[in-house]
């Protein structure tokens, strides 16, 4: 006779093998202020915000169905609060993090609360739009964008030259952040809940899940997150000006990084920031030529690879190195013996 | 201030003009075409090089732009939007957010970032007194203008066979497609339709205010602002949203002209807060 056992399981053998694998890849980035100079230290952290864009951006558009043209509201007004913190308020940049959180969910509340009225592709529109009136106010405001012209953040002097490991460690704990919470969030009743909003909203609805409830709060959230990132951003790029860190092009990156690895999965926007940053180092120097190509690549994998680089592999081989559903595994043990 | 005021109304014909195409395509389609602003802008620049070639006014060429943007409009339609429809509100917006980026870069390559205008002659300094206000007679052309587009496409919508495919598609499309509607033909029909006015309101952009490449998604802006102001589905409710749009945006400029665009987008999310359907919103419906 043979017994059967049942297990349900998320892990599979391959993602098991991975874990092993990443953590030793996360150990190897860790150390990497200790020997690596200052150059690649500032590429490497250009990698992880957009490691970190990508991901929130299809924690949006790939798990729940909001599709926000806008994010790049939070970026500066992360960044903003960041700039008022450390240089006018003088306190420390531990604060200014702490508060970009604090501000930007907080701002986040009612844009959602306008936004949220606007349906299907019109809210897109109108996040672009919230997006620009932040820009608008802040250029308009004379101790924020004094003179027209950006500002330094003049703490970083403070910090010498271990602002580039600091900024490192920030966007790489940022990043390891983001992802591990991606795939708990996923991993929970409230990563089913969205997960379902994004296969059928109104199936979703229909069996329970408050889907708008689930979508405003996962709003909030990235909206937090991604001033936080904002807050990271101006501690890399020095200085702040409302038509940089407002900017368009924000979102644009945060597409490309999406479209290029995969939308709804989170191995995709990891391996789409990393495409994507190799693609700019190595192009961007053709300057509006560069656009064009990014355009024409964005419309030809929406159209032809919808699922994109690990939509095709996970499509071809099957494997799930962040594995977030459950699986019934059977295992049967041909007996006899007993 | 009255001054201000008398010109942020005409005003709102230029922006009723911009915003009858984003109308019509999203009514038929139910798509948002986030490349509207720079395709309005596109025909600027083909008014611009038709301009170069015929030594013609822009006005008198305004029939040939808008006949080139339809056809261009046919073609993007059938050749890349089409494919991306039926699968959710995700395609539509990545695929003219790409487009958007094309146009832009590609205007910027072949024209430089220098700002062009186009020449219409005298009658962009005419003016003429109406009581206690001063007028050009170039807006006030463009006001007409709108209310002669609007009502020509009112009268489309309502008494061809073209115009009765279009709402069959807009209300119901499965059951319009039993009916035996050519949905990709008509669908890229309803965006040549949409494209010649972008043609119209892209030459009366260049004859108003001197372009660059990178102007187009603010265009986007205020026509999706005034469809929203005006209310969804709703043609002349979009002019009574360009109108609101455009009084803001010249009452905010007289105060200061830093606060020109934002007036316009306070004003838009005010009456998202306490009107979201908008003056004379009815559910979304041609």
Known sequence: MTTTQYAIRSATPASRRFTVVALLALAGLATVPMWSSNGLMVSLTELLILVVIGQLWNLLAGYAGIYSFGQQAYIGIGGYTMLVVADQLDL??????????????????????????????????????????????????????????????????GLGESRFAITFWLSFALAVGVILGVYFLMRSRTGLALRAIRDNEMAASTAGVAVRRTQIMLYLAVGAVTGLTGAVFLLKAVSISPDSFFSIDWTAQMLMIVMIGGLGTIEGPVVGAAVFFLLRENLAD????????????????????????????????????????????MTTTPGGQS | MADAIAQGVLLGGFYALLAAGLTLVFGVMKVVNLAHGDLTVLASYVALVLIGITGLNPLALMPVVALIMGLIGYALQRGVINFTLGQGLLPPLVVTFGISIIIQNGLLELFTADSQGLDAGPIELAS???????????????????????????LLLRHTGLGRAFRALSDDLPTAQLMGISTRHLFAMSMGVAMMVMGVAGVILGIRA??????????????????????????????????????????????????????GHLVFLAILAFRPRGLFGRPEAL
């Open chain 2, 210 to 263: 001197q372009v660059v490449p990178s102007i187009g998604p603010s265009f986007l802006i205020y026509a999706f602002e005034s469809v929203i102001i005006g209310g969804l589905g709703s043609l002349w409710g979009t002019l009574a949203g360009g109108v609101v749009l455009g009084v803001a945006q010249n009452v905010g400029a007289f105060f200061d002209p830093g606060w020109s665009e934002l007036a």
């Open chain 1, 92 to 157: 420390d940049i531990w604060v200014g993090l702490v508060l970009a959180i604090v501000v930007s969910g907080l701002i986040a509340i009612p844009s959602a609360w306008l936004l949220f009225r606007l349906r299907g592709g019109y809210f897109a529109v109108g996040t672009w739009v919230l997006a620009e009136t932040y820009r608008l106010i802040v250029k308009n405001n004379e101790t924020l964008y004094p003179s027209g012209t950006p500002q330094p953040l003049r703490s970083l002097a």
């Open chain 2, 128 to 154: 003429i007194d109406i009581g206690p206000v001063t007028v050009g007679w170039f807006p006030l052309l463009t006001f007409a203008l709108a209310v002669v587009v609007l009502a020509a496409l009112h």
């Open chain 1, 286 to 329: 053709l300057g509006s030529l560069w656009f064009i190509i990014l355009g024409v690549v964005l419309i030809v994998i929406m159209i032809r690879a919808p699922r994109g680089i690990w939509g095709l592999v996970r499509a071809r081989t099957g494997v799930e190195l962040l594995p977030v559903r459950k699986r019934l595994e």
